[in-house]
């Protein structure tokens, strides 16, 4: 039998046990059953609010300005979510009464943090467009503040490797097979500011809606955007296009997934076009030598480099950017091959061969990424 679920299991525990016993939060409960949990939790949010001297009408008012702001389907998550923060920063502003003046609910007390009240929950089940269940949600006066789902999988690696996922901002750590838990979980509670702003960013990473292929659908090809074209043809499946639209040909009654993989199949030639000379060109000037690339999708990162083979792979989807932003993933994963961590001589290589790659770093993360279902 498996012992991942175990590990998990309690590892999940003693974090727990670290939040409730040392730190000081209160243990709400296990609230995979519990119906109706949310990231605003009214029945803790409306005690505290009661203590600190606030009225019904008051928090009634400041609660329903909270609930708009985070609920407000006409807005992105990013616009919802940044609403909601100025609330939670600053307070809410809200007239008990027409003819009164406008009062300030806080929602937390930033001013002295022992007087709020922490609490921890396990295994909460959030139900919605896709529900989700993260191992721990920590709150603050009701709200939640952060949770955490962490994937630990030991095997035989020699050292601990952390990684956060799209879409959800999953969190996955890896470790040797014979490192103790309580090492893991100081490993992961270490890093709780770096998952946190790695999950941030998911959430407000812009993306894709899902691809139809169909006429009239936006696609891109290396930072243009063009219009796509579906042609039915009695012939071979075949892509190209002219200065504004990508042509798709296909036989009668082709579907959905057979449409994508032409596509990415076109793309991936693409591609392959583009990144031999850029290769060689950056060969030439970083003194090193590429035994092997190649092309594949990617669900976490732009490339990879396998240092010791010298082999490096580049994600599908960089034939929808600019051709500076695939330079610059080509010549970070070249840059491996002579300095393997993300140090300052690293930082120093990429200065010398692309000065402008923090440029190009920012630009290639502001593009939407593509709609993928994704699955763990």
Partial sequence: MSTVGQIEIITQE????????QLGYKYLGNWEDRGGNANIEEPYLRPYLKKQGYSDTLIDKALDRLRIAANNAERSLYENNKEVYGYLRYGVKVKADVGDNFETVHLI?????ENNEFGIAEEVTIQG????RPDIVLYVNGIEVGDITIEVIQKNIKN???SVHPPTGRVRISAPSRMALDTIRLYAIS????????????KRQQRETPREYV????????GKRYLLKVIEHAAPAKVRHDHDTIELYIR????????????DEWYRSQLKEILPNLIQRYEEKMKVQVAHWGVKRMKTKWGTCNIAAKRIWLNLELAKKPLHCIENVVVHEMVHI???????????????????WRQYKEELNRFPLSHVEWEY
Avoid at 14 to 21: D, E, M, P
Avoid at 338 to 356: A, G, V, W
């Fill in 129 to 132: 467009e896709r529900e989700k």
């Fill in 109 to 113: 007390n930033w001013k002295l943090p």
């Fill in 252 to 263: 009668p009654n082709t579907d959905v997934s057979k449409r994508r993989a032409i596509v």
């Fill in 14 to 21: 003693r974090v727990i046990k670290l939040f409730h016993k």
């Fill in 215 to 222: 006429s009239g659908e936006s696609h891109y090809l290396l």
């Fill in 160 to 162: 601990l490797h952390l």
């Fill in 191 to 202: 890093k709780l500011g770096w998952i946190r702003k790695h999950q941030t960013n998911f």
């Fill in 338 to 356: 002579l300095e393997r961590k993300h140090n300052d001589r690293f930082t120093t290589l990429m200065n010398t061969y692309l000065p402008q």
